[in-house]
C-alpha cells in the first residue's frame, strides 16, 4: 500500500534531484543556487532539445531520447551515475557522428568524426580539442576527483557534455553549413 508520505517522500525526491540538475539544491527548506547562473537565461536542456528538434539531424530523436535518459538515470529513486554519463557522452557522440553521416553519407568512429569536423573547417583546432577532452573526461567517470561525491561529478560531467551538445547543434543550425569530406 501506498501511503501519502510514501508518495510525497518520492516526489520531493524527484524534485530534489531535478533541482540537482539544473545547478539548485534545497538547504534548510531554501532553494540555493550551487552553480553561477545569469538571470534570465533559461536552463541549457530546455535550448538544447529545442535546438535539435529544429535541426536537420536525421537521429535527433535518438540524441532527444538519450539525453532524457542520462536525466532519468541520474533521478532514479537509486540513481545510476554511471548510466547518467554513458548516455549523456553517447549522446555527444552521436550528434558529432550523425552531422558527418548526414553532411556525407558516412558513417564514421567518435575520433574519425570529430576529426572530420575539424578539418572541414566546421570545428576549429580549440573546439576540437575541447570537445574531445570534455568526451575524454567524461569517459573517466569511474575516477572521480577527490573531494567530489559521485552524484556531484555525475552532475558535473553530464553538464560539461550538454554544454558542448548545446555549442554544436547550435553552431549546426546557425551556419546550417553541410561539408563535402
Not at 43 to 64: A, H, M
Request: glycine residues 4%; charged residues 25%; proline residues 2%.
Amino acid at each position: 500500500m501506498v501511503t501519502s508520505k510514501t508518495s510525497f517522500n518520492q516526489q520531493w525526491e524527484d524534485l530534489n534531484k531535478c533541482l540537482l540538475l539544473d545547478g539548485y539544491k534545497i538547504n534548510n527548506d531554501e532553494i540555493i543556487t550551487i552553480e553561477p547562473s545569469i538571470e534570465g537565461v533559461i536552463v541549457i536542456e530546455d535550448d538544447l532539445t529545442k535546438e535539435i528538434s529544429e535541426s536537420s539531424l536525421s537521429k535527433k530523436d535518438d540524441i532527444i531520447r538519450l539525453i532524457n535518459e542520462s536525466a532519468n538515470a541520474f533521478q532514479k529513486v537509486i540513481p545510476d551515475y554511471n548510466e547518467c554519463l554513458s548516455k549523456a557522452r553517447i549522446s555527444l557522440e552521436t550528434m558529432v557522428r550523425n552531422k558527418v553521416e548526414n553532411d556525407n553519407n558516412i558513417n564514421e568512429s567518435w575520433g574519425r568524426s570529430l576529426n572530420q569536423l575539424k578539418l572541414n573547417g566546421f570545428l576549429t583546432i580549440q573546439e576540437e580539442q575541447s570537445i574531445s577532452a570534455t568526451y575524454t573526461f567524461v569517459s573517466d567517470g569511474s575516477h572521480i576527483p577527490l573531494g567530489f561525491t559521485a552524484e556531484e561529478y555525475s552532475r558535473y560531467g553530464r553538464n560539461l557534455i550538454m554544454t558542448v551538445c548545446y555549442y554544436i547543434i547550435k553552431k549546426q543550425n546557425s551556419t546550417n553549413s553541410s561539408f563535402d569530406f
